[in-house]
């Protein structure tokens, strides 16, 4: 059985974490489900994660349910949601995007492309968990707040259990892709006339008021399922731990889960040191970069939202992110950092990215940035061994794209003097 309990006070909220479905503490801090430790010798759980990538079951099958000592192993095999999410490419970077990191001599980076789960973002590990929990405690429907892929991914994994769902979103901050996703999978799209963080007050009122079973990473079932990619890279590197994983950061709910990923792979021998976690915000939301650099100075500086936050990441467009103390405790555990990005930095890393042939969105772009910066700052050394996790598919935002490379479609008559013309010196 796993337990609920406070991240703050360490109040026990439940013996049994499936049979309650709070978030938060008295105290008014998140929730965090604790699974008992995997039973088995970390041998013998690498040769069982191993042996299950040759399976034929759904679960095995699963980049998160592979690893299922670990994430959530209180909850019966039967009752598992899957559509196989898990399981991304792990690229090393090619020498041009190496070269314009600044990436030192013998320094080796590789890029987790978590856009490659079945609704094109990171959210599927989490949410394969998150939905598993709420339909064993008997959810009748569904819901979230959402900038785009959350909505896309609970919409999704609603619909393959035939149950309705409905999600917040912030009206005209959502991509086209995400939104018309989020419709296609059959959820019906409330556009708030706000900000994400409007959107997400609102859904946690709804949800207690109309019964709904709340699916945003507040609800720790979702951070359960949100490690396994911390897991499945580590098992990508033959569970060497990298030196540094840099990864995106708005709501904070996937550093939050990463981290407890690291702590706990540790705890079950599976790794003996944990890799330093940097999360890199947009500058224009950046609530939590500025609060960890005001905590270097003094640890009792109290967190303060970014009440307009404005980035053209709309991924990661909030200024009220709800995982904040756990996102610290992480980061204070792998010795990690937070520090934030400009758009223009953002984007140019983007086009590296892309031109790389790997691709991904605005948001997760900052993975890139983020490690030309601590390469800057010399933290990335020769030698040094890092990940970054690209959150979402290049087609999530195809305005942005598309627009950043106008210039550079060309138009042809139909005939072949032109084709020519067009193609001179290639
Ligand atoms: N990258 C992408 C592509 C995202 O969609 C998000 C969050 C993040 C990074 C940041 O992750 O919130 O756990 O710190 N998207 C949420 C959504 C807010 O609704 O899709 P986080």
């Not at 430790?37 to 990538?53: C, K, N, S, V």
């Not at 929990?133 to 909505?151: D, E, F, P, V």
């Not at 009440?307 to 709309?314: L, N, S, W």
Request: hydrophobic letters at 45%.
């Amino acid at each position: 059985m796993s337990r609920l309990a406070c991240v703050r006070c360490g109040a026990l909220a439940a013996a049994d974490a499936l049979a309650s479905d709070a978030t938060a503490c008295a105290c008014g801090a998140l929730l965090e489900v604790l699974p008992p430790p995997p039973q088995a010798a970390p041998e013998a759980l690498r040769a069982r994660f191993d042996a299950r990538r040759a399976g034929r079951a759904g679960p095995d099958r699963s980049g998160v349910w592979r690893y299922r000592e670990l994430v959530a192993p209180a909850l019966p095999e039967a009752a598992l949601v899957s559509r196989g999410e898990g399981n991304t490419g792990l690229y090393e970077a090619p020498a041009a995007l190496a070269r314009w990191a600044g990436l030192p001599e013998g320094a080796r980076w590789w890029l987790k492309h978590e856009g490659e789960n079945p609704t094109g973002s990171f959210k599927d590990r989490g949410m394969c968990a998150g939905v598993t929990a709420a339909l064993l405690r008997g959810a009748r429907a569904l819901a979230c707040a959402s900038t785009g892929n959350t909505s896309a991914s609970l919409a999704s994994y609603a619909a393959l259990r035939g149950v309705p769902c409905v999600v917040f979103v912030p009206a005209g901050k959502v991509t086209t892709g995400k939104l018309a996703q989020t419709l296609a999978y059959g959820a019906r799209v409330l556009e708030v006339e706000g900000s994400f963080d409007d959107a997400m007050r609102l859904v946690e009122e709804a949800a207690r008021a109309f019964g709904l079973g709340l699916l945003n990473s507040v609800n720790p079932w979702r951070v359960e399922g949100q490690k396994a990619i911390g897991l499945e890279l580590l098992d990508d590197l033959g569970w060497a731990p990298p030196d540094w994983i840099v990864l995106p950061a708005g709501n904070l709910g996937n550093v939050s889960a990463l981290g407890k990923a690291l702590r706990e792979a540790r705890g079950a021998g599976l790794i003996e040191r944990l890799p330093r976690v940097a999360c890199v915000q947009a500058a224009g939301a950046a609530p939590f970069a500025r609060w960890w650099a005001a905590l270097g100075s003094d640890p009792a500086a109290p967190f303060a939202p970014e009440p307009r936050p404005e980035t053209v990441a709309t991924a990661i467009r909030i200024g009220d992110p709800r995982s904040w103390e756990k996102a610290r405790r992480e980061l204070a555990a792998t010795q990690g950092t937070c520090f934030a990005v400009d758009d223009a930095t953002l984007l140019a890393a983007k086009v590296q990215v892309d031109a790389a042939g790997i691709g991904c969105e605005p948001a997760s772009a900052a993975a890139a940035a983020g490690v030309r910066r601590l390469v800057a700052e010399g933290a990335i050394g020769p030698g040094a061994r890092v990940v970054s996790v690209l959150t979402g598919h290049v087609l999530k935002d195809p305005e942005t794209t598309a627009a950043h490379h106008a210039g550079a479609r060309v138009r042809v008559a139909a005939d072949l003097g032109a084709i020519e013309a067009a193609i001179g010196g290639l």
